[in-house]
């Protein structure tokens, strides 16, 4: 149980263009979803709190408008990468809070490696 | 600011010895403890964790220790396996902080057979 599952696991964009991350709890509904981001060697940090059928919290230095995330139902979460650009190259991964678990457990999809040229 | 340091990069062990990696945090705020294990371009995947009420949990070869007054936390896994070589993060949360969890910079395991 508690399977997390994110769609591309890998993609390729150019620059100026948008790219969208899928986030899906597969066995569990998930009123919780988070977003982060790892840097290469360095820890996960967290970019922002996604809560179903509203809007997303987001973390200081993160932008907004550039990260857009949509939390549409209980299973699914989309993390859009507007106008990417090269330092946005990155592996970005989602986790969910499962609806009946502990508050303070979550479960991580395998995350997404973007590159952008 | 880091509030949550993992201060070694990498450690290495001899398969069937003791690994222990540790966890140091700054705020008191916090009140449970997770480990994650992370193997290359995948997901961590949760191993154990702790609340603040106590001082140690055990689970198969993983055991947690939270020391609260000096701000420290330990993985223990005896006997370690080759298969443990992964990437180890400490993370904290606070009720305080919607739970969110505030993870370490991580510590590379290897066991060697």
């Known amino acids: 149980g508690a399977v997390v599952s994110q769609h591309p696991s890998r993609v390729i964009c150019k620059s100026g263009t948008s790219v969208k991350i899928e986030c899906r709890s597969l066995?569990?509904?998930?009123?919780?979803m988070f977003w982060y981001r790892q840097f290469p060697k360095k820890s996960l940090m967290l970019m922002a709190t996604s809560n179903e059928g509203s809007k997303a919290t987001y973390e200081q230095g993160v932008e907004k408008d550039k990260f857009l995330i949509n939390h549409a139902s209980l299973t699914l979460s989309t993390l859009t990468v507007t106008s990417a650009h090269p330092e946005d190259s990155s592996f970005y991964i989602c986790?969910?809070?499962?609806?009946?678990?502990?508050?303070?457990?979550?479960?991580f999809g395998p995350g997404t490696r973007l590159t952008v040229l | 600011d880091q509030q949550v340091k993992q201060n070694s990069p990498s450690l290495s062990v001899q398969e069937g010895r003791i690994s222990i990696l540790n966890c140091d945090y700054t705020?008191?705020?916090?009140?449970?403890f997770l480990w994650y294990k992370k193997y290359p371009a995948e997901g961590p995947t949760f191993l154990i964790s702790?609340?603040?009420?106590?001082d140690k949990n055990e689970d198969g070869r993983f055991t947690v220790f939270l020391n609260k007054s000096a701000k420290h936390l330990s993985l223990h896994i005896v006997p370690s396996q080759p298969g443990d070589s992964a990437v180890y993060f400490c993370a904290a949360s606070a009720k305080e902080y919607g739970n969110k969890l505030v993870f370490g910079a991580g510590t590379i395991l290897r066991v060697k057979s």
């Open positions: 702790i609340s603040s009420i106590k």
């Open positions: 986790s969910a809070r499962d609806l009946s678990g502990r508050i303070y457990e979550q479960f």
């Open positions: 705020n008191s705020m916090f009140d449970y």
């Open positions: 066995d569990f509904q998930a009123t919780t």
